[in-house]
């Protein structure tokens, strides 16, 4: 059973372009999060994803950032005109419904902005 | 004061010693406690989860909840090299609705020397 996939691992962007980061949940997994590790912070909490709805994207910055999880395909975070503030390590997690214990992460994306 | 508090380390300990990691919350309303490990570049690793006070035991890790104290602690025995890591304590509410938003601490950077 293949784990939580992302891609691209690593993305380079210059200021102003536009970043999409794609996220595979497990198998069977119908709960999309995603997180945004900071250099020097934690994990914090972006964005909660069911099938073609968001739950809950408490955690995402009000402008650029968009995110979605539609019927068929990977869920995806999309960061417009980025800037150097939004170089950062971004992870999905998955799990099979939202009262599960356990979200599996997967490896992460690596935004660096130029 | 901040939901998760964690010593960010880092801590460098012998081969064969035996960890200590900890964490604080705030919030009462915590009710599910995860340990994750997160070797470099790579995406966080569930290591152990409970959800009530009192010593979780699995192989050489035992993670310990005191409710009373909000305080939440991984012990690791006869530490190996493979453990060198950041490990992550995250916490996870199940009242008002946000289950499934999860509140990591910073992280402790530990290194075991062979």
């Known amino acids: 059973n293949a784990g939580v996939m992302q891609n691209p691992r690593h993305l380079v962007r210059r200021r102003g372009q536009e970043a999409r980061l794609r996220c595979s949940p497990m198998?069977?997994?119908?709960?999309v999060y995603w997180y945004r590790q900071l250099p020097e912070e934690g994990l914090k909490f972006m964005v909660y994803?069911?099938?073609?709805?968001?739950?809950?994207e408490s955690g995402m910055p009000k402008e650029r950032f968009s995110a979605e999880f539609p019927k068929e395909g990977p869920s995806i975070l999309r960061i417009q005109q980025v800037v150097r503030g939004d170089s950062a390590a971004y992870f999905c997690?998955?799990?099979?419904?939202?009262?599960?214990?356990?979200?599996?992460f997967g490896p992460g994306t690596r935004l660096t902005v130029l | 004061q901040k939901e998760v508090e964690q010593d960010p380390g880092p801590l460098s300990v012998p081969e064969g010693a035996i960890v200590s990691l900890n964490c604080t919350y705030s919030?009462?309303?915590?009710?599910?406690f995860m340990w994750y490990r997160q070797y470099s570049r790579k995406g966080p690793e569930l290591l152990m989860y409970?959800?009530?006070?009192g010593n979780k035991e699995d192989g050489r890790f035992t993670a310990q909840v005191d409710k009373s104290s909000k305080y939440i602690s991984l012990f690791i025995r006869d530490s190996q090299p493979s453990d060198s890591a950041t490990y992550l304590c995250?916490?996870?509410?199940?009242?008002?609705?946000?289950?499934?938003?999860?509140?990591f601490g910073k992280g402790t950077l530990l290194t075991v020397n062979p």
């Open positions: 994803l069911q099938k073609e709805n968001i739950i809950d």
């Open positions: 997690a998955s799990s099979p419904a939202s009262d599960t214990d356990t979200q599996y």
């Open positions: 198998k069977g997994h119908s709960h």
């Open positions: 995250a916490i996870e509410g199940r009242s008002g609705g946000s289950n499934y938003k999860l509140t």
């Open positions: 919030n009462s309303a915590f009710q599910y």
């Open positions: 409970t959800y009530s006070s």
